[in-house]
């Protein structure tokens, strides 16, 4: 069992910045496959950015190439998502997901962490 805890949300004007952090308590991240997806209002889910278990390959969405850059601190046993040039197209509750391999479904959900960027 993997509890999923995400933090860093908040409100934020567009062009700015903002970290997010996901925590995995019962596994080490570095043996997780770990994602960010968001949920906008009236919105499907939509995958954001992921990173490989080991390796710690990345990968993201075209919407947020550029911007936005997933990273591991496996000291600390969490996943980062570091949000630059915040557009207001980004607002939505952001959600950090795990699963054991590297392909699959995602196992374990964290609650969410809302996101909110103004004009």
């Known amino acids: 069992q993997v509890h999923v805890a995400e933090s860093g949300g908040g409100l934020v004007q567009a062009g700015g910045s903002l970290r997010l952090s996901c925590a995995a308590s019962?596994?080490?991240?570095?043996?997780?496959?770990m994602a960010w997806f968001r949920q906008a209002p009236g919105k499907e889910r939509e995958f954001v950015s992921r990173?490989?278990?080991?390796?710690?390959?990345?990968y993201y969405a075209d919407s947020v190439k550029g911007r936005f850059t997933i990273s591991r601190d496996n000291a600390k046993n969490v996943v980062y998502l570091q949000m630059n040039s915040l557009k207001t197209e980004d607002t939505a509750v952001y959600l950090c997901?795990?699963?054991?391999?590297?392909?699959?479904?995602?196992?374990?959900w964290g609650q969410g962490t809302q996101v909110t960027v103004s004009s």
């Open positions: 997901a795990v699963r054991m391999f590297d392909l699959g479904n995602y196992d374990y």
């Open positions: 019962g596994r080490t991240v570095s043996t997780l496959a």
């Open positions: 990173i490989t278990r080991n390796g710690g390959i990345t």
